[in-house]
């Protein structure tokens, strides 16, 4: 088998194979021989049909599989005496089978090579930050205004209470849509706006 890899990219490769003639027809008569052992043609009893008969039925439907097969299992043995790793399935361009032999163009993308170099005479800039009690206190109480626990009381609400509350909006005393809703809960001096729950 005879290998020649091109290089048209930074990691895209164009390899053309040539597999002997030998190669392809020994893979014709294998498969031809274990389809005379199988196949039911009239006048024939099974297993009994001559090689040649089923060369004339089967015979290029036979060599366009052989063909195939032959394109795929020669194909990795090439990346593999070239030393190549393919990065995706390759695009398989036939050339020709001029004098039995097949002739076929590979062209696929292998994977980038990464060396790895030490660690030796790198500088790293660790970054450092300073905290202080002032910054912690501030974050605490940022997590506990995000994060607020609500027990029920029987008094009057104050402000940052939450209440739930039931309301019906209107224009010129004309509901709206969306203006009406139910169980909204609404924090006391937020100054947001209420959560409208709309009528199903």
């Known amino acids: 088998m005879q290998v020649s890899v091109e ?46 008969v089923v060369r004339q039925q089967f015979g290029q439907q036979v060599r366009q599989e052989v063909l195939g097969d032959v394109m795929q299992s020669s ?35 292998i994977f980038p090579q990464i060396q790895l170099k030490g660690i030796d005479g790198m500088e790293i800039e660790r970054p450092a930050a300073d905290v202080s009690d002032a910054d912690v206190d501030a974050m605490i109480i940022n997590l506990q205004e995000q994060r607020p626990s609500y027990v029920g009381v029987d008094r009057e609400a104050v402000e940052t209470d939450r209440v739930t509350v039931d309301f019906d909006g209107s224009i010129d005393g004309q509901p709206f849509e969306g203006g009406k809703g139910a169980d909204v809960p609404v924090v006391l001096g937020a100054g947001r706006m209420l959560g409208i729950s709309r009528p199903a």
Do not use: C, H, W
């Open 75 to 109: 194909f990795a043995e090439a990346v593999v005496q070239q030393q190549l790793t393919p990065a995706g399935g390759p695009r398989i361009e036939p050339i020709s089978t001029e004098g039995g032999d097949l002739k076929y163009r590979a062209v696929f993308e």
């Open 7 to 52: 290089t048209t990219g930074t990691l895209e490769r164009r390899m053309e194979v040539q597999v002997p003639a030998e190669r392809i027809e020994k893979a014709i008569n294998e498969r031809l021989k274990s389809i005379s052992r199988t196949v039911r043609l009239k006048g024939f009893r099974p297993g009994k049909v001559p090689v040649n």
